[in-house]
C-alpha cells in the first residue's frame, strides 16, 4: 500500500509537487485556504483535510509549500496546527522559502512532540514544479533527508543535503540573490538593445550563446518576446524573498549593496500595482524609466 503524505499548500508550486507525488503513487492527505485546489486533486484522488491538525494526524510525514514565514509558524505552531496533531516518529518537510530562523523555531516545537523537521525550500518556479525537476535545498539531520528522499526525487532533479537545520535556507536566500539581480541585468541588457532598434528575439539568441547565457534569460524569453508576465513566480514572493535576504545580510554583517538596489525596484513595481505579475516583469520598471516598450503585445 502506498505511503500516505500530508501536503499543505497547493498554490502555483504546491499544486503541481503535490501532482507529482501522487503520479510517482503516493496517496495524499491535502488542506489549502483556498478550495478549488484542494477540489482538484480530491477529484484525481487526494483526501481533503479540514486543517493542519488533520493532515498531521492521517500522515507520517506532511509537506508544507507556503508563501512566507508568518504562514509556516501558524500552520506548524497555531491553533489547529500540525502541532496538534504530530504523531511520534513523524516528518515534516518545510519546502517554502522563510526565514532561517523560523524554521529553526518551528523545528525545536515540533521536535518537543516528537516530530523532526527539514527545512527544503526549492528552486526552478512553476516549469520545475510542474516538470518534477526542481532544485531541492536541504537542511536537517542526514537520518531524515534520506528518509525524505525518495519524496523529493519524485518532485525535483538537483537534491543536496546542504547541513544543520536552517542550512537550506540559507542556501535559498543565496539563490534568490543570484535570481533577481539576473533578472534586472537582463531587463536592462534588453531595454538597451530595444532603444537601440536591435530585434529583441536576435538579441536574445546572440545572448543565450555566450557568457551571458542563463537558465533565467532561457526560460523567461517567451516572457520578453510577447510582453507578457503572467506568474511563475510572482513580484511579491520575490520581494518577500529580498526582505529575507537584507534580515539575514543585517544579522550575519553582510553588505549586500547591489541586492539593496534590486529590493528597492521591486519595491517600486510593487507600488505600481505589479506584485502579482512573474518577477521578470521588472523588465517594465526599466521601460518605464527609459520610455520603450520590450516585446510585442
Known sequence: MAETVGFIGLGIMGKPMARNLMKAGYSLVVHNRSQAA?????????????????????????????????????VALGANGIVEGAQPGSLLLDMSTISPIVSQKVAAALKLKGMAMLDAPVSGGEKGAIDAALSIMVGGQKDDFARALPLFQAMGKTITHIGPIGSGGFVKLANQIIVAINLTAIAEALTLGTKAGIDLELMITALS?????????????????????????????????????????????????????????????????????????????LEDLANVRVGKG
Do not use: W
Open 209 to 285: 550563446g555566450g557568457l551571458a547565457g542563463s537558465r533565467c534569460l532561457e526560460q523567461k524569453k517567451p516572457n520578453y518576446l510577447n510582453h507578457a508576465y503572467n506568474p511563475g513566480f510572482k513580484i511579491d514572493l520575490h520581494s518577500k524573498d529580498l526582505g529575507l535576504i537584507m534580515e539575514a545580510a543585517r544579522a550575519l554583517n553582510v553588505p549586500l549593496p547591489t541586492t539593496a538596489v534590486v529590493q528597492e525596484l521591486f519595491t517600486a513595481l510593487r507600488v505600481k500595482g505589479r506584485g502579482g505579475l512573474d518577477h521578470s516583469a521588472v523588465l517594465t520598471l
Open 38 to 74: 484542494v477540489g482538484e486533486l480530491v477529484g484525481l484522488g487526494a483526501v481533503a483535510a479540514g486543517a493542519p491538525r488533520d493532515v498531521a494526524r492521517q500522515a507520517k510525514t506532511v509537506i508544507t509549500m507556503l508563501p512566507n514565514s508568518p504562514d509556516v509558524d501558524l
